[in-house]
């Protein structure tokens, strides 16, 4: 955390803040008025070293650190905001990408010129319906022989036909979400590429803004920043850095709209005093000052993060979000402190008040920037389909359901047993009855159903015959007190994850069925058909259980002591038989969701006929969330 700048940093403050006054003060208003670039003072920025502070003095720059770019956009903005933008925009957005991801080539080529200030940079990302939602970029990169040929266009360009090299993302494999969007460099004068008109701003009238426009224009394949599928996640980092540059510009203008503010309360006498000194003003100026300082403080603070190349996404985004509302606050009471004559064209307050806006809207809207700021908190989403499903679907996911009506009870059980067999349990070993819950790899477990504590003795003998331990519903521990409260299994309790699961009376609340949702095989025996277990289950017995548990006893019972169980090994999950498919078959272990090679994942971008293997490793399941790795070949 930064607290206090460098010596070094206060004089580079003082070069930059007496070239402003000097060479862009004194025209502010006249470019405003004329929606002007300041082209001039543009190049002897260039000169100063400006438009490469960040970059190594090898290509061009002039080796500073992130806090004096932070400072030089501050100053430029505190007395112009669209000065503020033009070397924000060509630094972090047009220059960075290709310092961060350029080739060597790439650098000599383009950073150099872009470093030493011979050329301006611009940064293409923002599309007609690719605005917040980015990924949504149309402008097409078609391979074709060494060239990559460009079509589309790019809206609201910051430098736009001022700058002369442009880093542009455009969609290089159509239908693959973030993954299919490229980042190419482009330059100015290449055929088929074109400038929109500009556009007529509310306010940073100096910067210059038009749209680009992409004719068939062939980029070569050298020309390709990073790898292709890259270009998202460099326009992301990108933003990430570049939002640095905006909340130093809100600073600045800001700044600039509370220093006049403070030099008019000063001198405007009225009621016989300057009105700096009615409370009305003065505590505004304090309030001014105080909310300055609180998003200098981020704003230096995030810079100091990139410098470190430590995480600062979030921080960044904090900053920017902050500094452009607040700036938006002290704006307002600079203007209203100004009274009258704050509303007059000509008052620099009535320009700060203009250029200000903009600072929560561009390179990530402060809706958006929240958003980033919560992912950071919370995490990212679920998709949207996972959540709908979530709600619908069995808590235990997809299920064998397979109710055992065939037959005597007898005949039933003898079914049950054989499939669990089939399934590869081996009633031959056992466990501890009281190994903890959340390490057996089998249990058996008792439900409110199965009434008064004498049928316990039930529940023992079937745990010792099936190899389990013994388990409860909630209501057994916690109101009949049959078992001690860390044998219940529920969400609050305890998650059973081992393989069988045998309920016997319970119910299928849904706090007990979540912590059995990951049991490789789940029995119920009720005697209520209703039941809510009995949609979750793999292999059902509707009856009275002191009638099917003795027969199950029995069967199970091989005569002998159980031998003890060898470490146990996670058993596949069991899947409603199916077809098999012409390729290898996956399933989520999580929740049974079958990933279906044939139909892809329409809503993560995945294309119908994609195999298993060629899913992207960030790739999850669409039903529960669960992770690419925890899916079973089956
Ligand atoms: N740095 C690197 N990679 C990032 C990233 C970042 N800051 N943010 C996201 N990514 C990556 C993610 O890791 C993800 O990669 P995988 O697909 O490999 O998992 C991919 O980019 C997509 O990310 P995500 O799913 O989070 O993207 P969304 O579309 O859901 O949301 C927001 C992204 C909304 C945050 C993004 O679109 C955004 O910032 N929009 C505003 C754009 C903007 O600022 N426009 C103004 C431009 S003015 S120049």
């Known amino acids: 955390m930064c607290f206090q700048t460098t010596k070094e940093h206060e004089t580079l403050r003082m070069q930059v803040r007496a070239f402003a006054e000097k060479e862009i003060k004194p025209i502010a208003f006249m470019l405003d008025q004329e929606n002007a670039f300041p082209l001039e003072q543009v190049k002897m920025l260039g000169e100063m070293g400006l438009m490469g502070i960040t970059f190594p003095k090898e290509y061009g720059g002039a080796g500073l650190d992130y806090l004096s770019y932070a400072i030089a956009v501050e100053e430029l903005a505190r007395v112009d905001g669209g000065s503020g933008v033009i070397l924000s925009a060509h630094a972090s957005l047009g220059a960075w990408p290709i310092y961060a991801y350029g080739t060597e080539e790439q650098k000599e080529k383009y950073l150099v010129p872009l470093a030493d200030g011979s050329k301006i940079g611009a940064f293409g990302l923002t599309e007609t319906n690719a605005g917040s939602d ?33 880093v542009v993302t455009a969609v290089t494999q159509p239908g693959m979400g ?12 290449w055929e088929g590429f074109t400038f929109g008109e500009h556009y ?17 224009v062939k980029v070569p ?18 933003l990430d850095g570049g939002r640095i540059g905006i909340a130093a510009q809100a600073l600045g203008i800001a700044q600039g709209a509370f220093e006049e503010a403070l030099k008019y309360a000063k001198e405007r006498v009225q009621f016989g005093k300057p009105i700096a000194y009615n409370q009305a003003i003065s505590f505004k100026l304090a309030d001014m000052a105080t909310k300055l300082r609180a998003a200098r403080l981020m704003v230096y603070s995030s810079a100091e993060l990139k410098q470190k190349g430590q995480p600062h996404g979030m921080e960044a985004a904090m900053a920017k979000q902050y500094a452009s509302d607040l700036g938006l606050e002290i704006v307002n009471d600079a203007l ?3 009274g009258g004559a704050g509303f007059m064209k000509g008052m620099a307050v009535e320009r700060f008040y203009r250029d200000a806006k903009i600072c929560t809207i561009y390179e990530g809207t402060n809706e958006i920037l929240r958003a980033v700021i919560s992912g950071y908190i919370i995490g990212r989403p679920p998709k949207e389909a996972a959540m709908k499903s979530k709600k619908s679907g069995p808590v235990t996911g997809v299920r064998k359901k397979m109710i055992l009506k065939d037959g005597t009870l007898k005949e039933r059980v003898a079914q049950l047993v054989a499939y669990l067999k089939a399934d590869g349990y081996d009633f031959t070993i056992g466990l501890d009855a009281e190994t903890p819950i959340a390490l057996a790899s089998r249990v058996v477990c008792a439900g409110k159903g199965i009434g008064p504590i004498e049928n316990m003795a039930l529940i023992k003998d079937l745990a010792y015959q099936a190899g389990a331990a013994i388990g409860c519903s909630r209501p057994v521990a916690e109101t009949q007190r049959y078992l001690p409260l860390n044998r219940y299994i529920g969400m609050s309790g305890q998650k059973f994850t081992g393989n069988l699961y045998i309920g016997v009376g319970v119910s299928g609340a849904g706090q007990h069925l979540k912590g059995i949702k990951t049991a490789s095989t789940i029995v119920a025996i009720n005697n209520s058909a209703n039941a809510q277990i009995f949609k979750n289950c793999d292999y059902g017995i509707v009856g009275d259980f002191t009638e ?18 060898p470490q146990p090994k996670k058993i596949k999950r069991a899947v409603p038989k199916k077809l098999p498919p012409s390729y290898k078959l996956y399933i989520c272990s999580g929740c049974a969701y079958e990933y279906v090679q044939d139909l892809g994942d329409p809503e993560a971008d995945i294309l119908a006929g994609t195999p298993f293997a060629m899913l992207p490793d960030e790739w999850i399941c669409p039903e529960c969330g669960d992770e690419k790795e925890n899916f079973i070949e089956v």
């Open 134 to 166: 980015a990924m949504g970029t149309e402008t097409t990169a078609d391979p074709d022989g060494d060239y990559y040929i460009l079509n589309g266009g790019k809206i609201f360009i910051t430098n736009a036909d001022y700058a002369d090299i442009y």
């Open 178 to 189: 973030s993954r299919g969007i490229s980042a190419f460099i482009l330059e100015k004068g």
């Open 200 to 216: 007529d701003k509310l306010g940073i009238r100096s910067s210059s803004t038009a749209e680009l426009v992409f004719n068939n």
């Open 221 to 238: 394949k050298e020309n390709l920043l990073g790898k292709e599928g890259e270009g998202f996640r460099i326009a992301m980092a990108t």
């Open 336 to 338: 209203q402190i100004h």
């Open 548 to 565: 099917v548990l003795p027969l199950l006893i029995e069967t199970l019972d091989n005569g002998e002591p159980k031998k003890e169980m």
